[in-house]
Nanobody
């Protein structure tokens, strides 16, 4: 699976962005798609995930209610709608895919086999 992330940029505090992750190369059936972020000096951190089959979603508590993960099956694309952005959300955002994860491991980066290149989100105060 090849993943292409896009949609990052510079936004003021309180603003919004929508990230996209287009997948190609194979079907996403039976995969879990995830969004992670990594700020300089920090570890890669799980933000949100979705089971491609059925659309079950998972969220980091800190973004629940502000961020929404969704998918377009026809376009083989997942999205991350980010609202009420805060300077603490500044990071490189990565999408990822796995056929191996289970609910208890969906937030663990090593559970994912495929990664996009990252897109930078900067939130100014």
């Amino acid at each position: 699976v090849q993943l292409q992330a896009s949609g990052g940029g510079l936004v003021q505090s309180g603003g919004f962005l929508r990230l996209s992750c287009a997948a190609s190369g194979r079907t996403l059936r039976n995969h879990i798609m995830g969004w992670f972020r990594q700020a300089p000096g920090n570890e890669r951190d799980f933000i949100a995930g979705m089971r491609w089959n059925g659309g079950i979603t998972y969220y980091k508590d800190a973004v629940r209610g502000r961020f929404t993960i969704s998918r377009d099956i026809a376009k083989n694309t997942i999205y991350l709608q980010m609202d009420s952005l805060e300077p603490e959300d500044t990071a490189a955002y990565y999408c990822a895919a796995t056929s191996r994860a289970i609910t208890s491991t969906v937030g663990i980066p090593s559970s994912y086999d495929y990664w996009g290149q990252g897109t930078l989100v900067t939130v100014s105060s």
